[in-house]
Structures are given as C-alpha cells and as structure tokens.
Nanobody
Framework: QVQLVESGGGLVQAGGSLRLSCAAS????????MGWFRQAPGKEREFVAT????????VYADSVKGRFTISRDNAKNTVYLQMNSLKPEDTAVYSC?????????????????WGQGTQVTVSS
C-alpha cells in the first residue's frame, strides 16, 4: 500500500501563494503518476493537475492553468503544487492521488491511492 500525506495548506489572501506538498510512503516502488484534486463545500471533487512518473508530462485544469505548477521529486517520493495568484474560488480541500503507471490522466477513477487532504482557504 502507498500512503500519501499532504501538507502546506492554510489561509491566504487573494493574490497570495501557497505550496502544497504530498509525501508518499509505504510500497513506493514501481511507477506512479501523481495528481492533485480539490473539493469545495457542496461541490464534486474536481481535477486540478497531474504529472507523469518522469515529470515530463503535466496537465492542468483550465481554471488553474498559468497560476499553478505541479512538480515532483522522485528521490524524495514527494509531489508539489505551487499555487500563485490565488483566488477565493480556489478555496477547497486539496488532495493528492497516485495512479499506477507512467501517466494517469485527469479522471478520478484512474487514481488508486488518496491522501486525506489539506484545507486551502483564500480570503477576498
């Protein structure tokens, strides 16, 4: 089993930045694509960003493109989400997820392991 633990969430003013981290432990051998998803109160969980095992491929939701950057350090079993120019509508619980294989895509069902999530609140 792979365990994922997110950190770095918090309260920030609109226009500010946060950097989320997701540390993987357990059976981390093998290739895993990684993704970030978020869920706002009363809304469905939605895709934010994904990165391939090699780090060479990334995909972003249109709502965060140009503001968020996903990256990974496989030596540290950690994936990051740098969030700049934050908006109140970015407020949500952010969760990282791992999907077996080199690339997992944007669909929730492609991911088999999930973290508990970290709260991000953006004030206006």
């Amino acid at each position: 089993q792979v365990q994922l633990v997110e950190s770095g969430g918090g309260l920030v003013q609109a226009g500010g930045s946060l950097r989320l981290s997701c540390a993987a432990s357990g059976r981390t051998t093998g290739t895993y694509a990684m993704g970030w998803f978020r869920q706002a109160p009363g809304k469905e969980r939605e895709f934010v960003a994904t990165i391939s095992w090699s780090g060479g491929s990334t995909v972003y939701a249109d709502s965060v493109k140009g503001r968020f950057t996903i990256s990974r350090d496989n030596a540290k079993n950690t994936v990051y989400l740098q969030m700049n120019s934050l908006k109140p509508e970015d407020t949500a619980v952010y969760s990282c997820a791992a999907g077996r294989g080199g690339y997992a895509g944007t669909g929730i069902n492609a991911y088999t392991h999930w973290g508990q999530g970290t709260q991000v609140t953006v004030s206006s």
